[in-house]
């Protein structure tokens, strides 16, 4: 199985600030990875698709990039409403989640 | 408008039973494979099963395999998860989620439900 390891687990993160978010696969995924965020009672929400895509109606401070075992989320400037978990999901081979970033104030 | 809403959780004992549904609407159901996820309380997300569009190819979990079994009812736009042999580690909110693959059966999902509670205990 394709195992996905996000780092950090958390982070602290004032309004405004750039926040980057690893996540590194166990073998190589190409480019087929998605990132993903959920709210605390909420369903995850789909930010970026095949690794840089924008989903449409997700802001554009979100990015994605990587290619193969290791991948970026950045946030260009975290806004109130991003504070949250983020997880990413592989869908190469099966599909796997990373164990979630969470993104505190 | 697109809607994906899931029903069939509740408490139910070791080694029991549950059949959980999703009922979907807004788009052209038979096209697109479907995922079943769950998230065990405050912890991450989990891949439990994912059913081509025309219902023809299933994938399962480890977790979950032999034991839970995923299936669609076009005509009704309903997506099942039947659910046997249940154990404590299975306790989760589950979501049912729409992917756009049309051919693949692993995919991202676009859309996803509110999800549907199943506790497991004596």
Not at chain 1, 52 to 64: C, H, I, K, N
Not at chain 1, 68 to 82: V, W
Not at chain 2, 92 to 110: Q, R
């Amino acid at each position: 199985d394709i195992q996905m390891t996000q780092s950090p687990s958390a982070l602290s993160a004032s309004v405004g600030d750039r926040v980057t978010i690893t996540c590194r696969a166990s073998q190589s995924i190409s480019r087929w990875l998605a990132w993903y965020q959920q709210k605390p009672g909420k369903a995850p929400k789909l930010l970026i698709y095949e690794a840089s895509t924008l989903e449409g109606g997700v802001p554009s401070r979100f990015s994605g990039s990587g290619s193969g075992t290791e991948f970026t989320l950045t946030i260009s400037s975290l806004q109130p409403d991003d504070f949250a978990t983020y997880y990413c999901q592989q869908y190469d081979t099966y599909s796997t989640f990373g164990q979630g970033t969470k993104v505190e104030i | 408008e697109v809607h994906l809403v899931e029903s069939g959780g509740g408490l139910v004992q070791p080694g029991g039973s549950l059949r959980l549904s999703c009922a979907a609407s807004g788009f052209t159901f038979s096209s697109f494979a479907m995922y079943w996820v769950r998230q065990a309380p405050g912890k991450g997300l989990e891949w439990v099963s994912t059913i081509s569009g025309s219902g023809g190819s299933t994938s399962y979990a480890v977790s979950v395999k032999g034991r839970f079994t995923v299936s669609r009812d076009t005509s009704k736009n309903t997506l099942y998860l039947q659910m046997k042999s249940l154990r404590a580690e299975d306790t989760a909110v589950y979501y049912c989620a729409k992917t756009t693959a049309v051919t693949a059966l692993y995919w991202y999902c676009d859309l996803w439900g509110r999800g549907t509670l199943v506790t497991v205990s004596p």
